[in-house]
């Protein structure tokens, strides 16, 4: 059975349409109730794809049935999607709700990461300030160049694992800009993988650093 067929044997006996697959999608729409399940072991109810870890519930708006399916099937299906007040996106717009939703969820998830890895740190090195580092990325959802230095410093002292990428640095301010130029080499290496494009740029522009 193709990916489509597939589909269409889930949908259509949920469905008031019980024939025509194309005729039986437009009953149901995205209202933005999605769901992160932390690990990605879920089945899509559409497709049947196996592995889904974020979950987007779709309801039928004759007969209130729901689905709970990936995101990817929302937008290949064009499956449309509501605003906020209920009302039908086009297919534009849809996808563009469907897409920032799935990149809210992840960013959430790395947030969540994020704390644990400080929490973790907290629990082995009493010295650490965590609730001074955890409102610091909370307001401004990235670290100074020298707080993650010490933060990598420490997590790589307890052999605590983390994803450098998981981490941001913000250089907005002079400050922070200035942290960065007076920072070793062997420092900023260690914070490469945590810069973005633009700042490893102005770190190549800015300081004697070399990738
Ligand atoms: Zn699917």
């Given at each position: 059975m193709s990916w489509a067929e597939r589909s269409a044997t889930n949908l259509l006996p949920l469905s008031v349409e019980q024939r025509q697959f194309p005729v039986a999608l437009r009953e149901w729409v995205y209202a933005g109730d999605m769901?992160?399940?932390?690990?990605?072991?879920?089945?899509?109810?559409?497709?049947?794809?196996?592995?889904?870890?974020?979950?987007?519930?779709?309801?039928?708006?004759?007969n209130g049935n729901e689905m709970l399916v990936g995101s990817e099937c929302i937008n290949r299906f064009g499956i449309s999607a509501t605003d906020p007040l209920g009302n039908i996106l086009n297919a534009e717009e849809s996808r563009q709700r469907v897409n920032r939703d799935r990149r809210f969820l992840v960013t959430e998830a790395?947030?969540?990461?994020?704390?644990?890895?400080?929490?973790?740190?907290?629990?082995?090195?009493?010295?650490?300030?965590?609730?001074?580092?955890?409102?610091?990325?909370?307001e401004r959802d990235a670290f100074t160049p020298d707080q993650l230095t010490v933060l990598f410093w420490r997590l790589d002292q307890h052999r605590i694992e983390y994803a450098p990428t998981d981490f941001k640095v913000t250089i907005r301010r002079d400050r922070e800009k200035t942290q960065l130029r007076r920072m070793a080499e062997w420092k900023i290496r260690?914070?490469?993988?945590?810069?973005?494009?633009?700042?490893?740029?102005?770190?190549?522009?800015?300081?004697?650093?070399?990738p």
């Open positions: 769901f992160d399940m932390e690990t990605p072991t879920e089945t899509c109810r559409l497709c049947g794809h196996p592995d889904i870890r974020y979950h987007f519930r779709i309801v039928n708006q004759h790395k947030k969540r990461k994020l704390i644990n890895t400080l929490v973790e740190l907290a629990g082995v090195e009493e010295q650490f300030n965590i609730q001074s580092f955890i409102s610091y990325v909370m260690k914070l490469w993988p945590a810069l973005s494009a633009s700042q490893r740029r102005w770190v190549q522009e800015n300081t004697d650093y070399t």
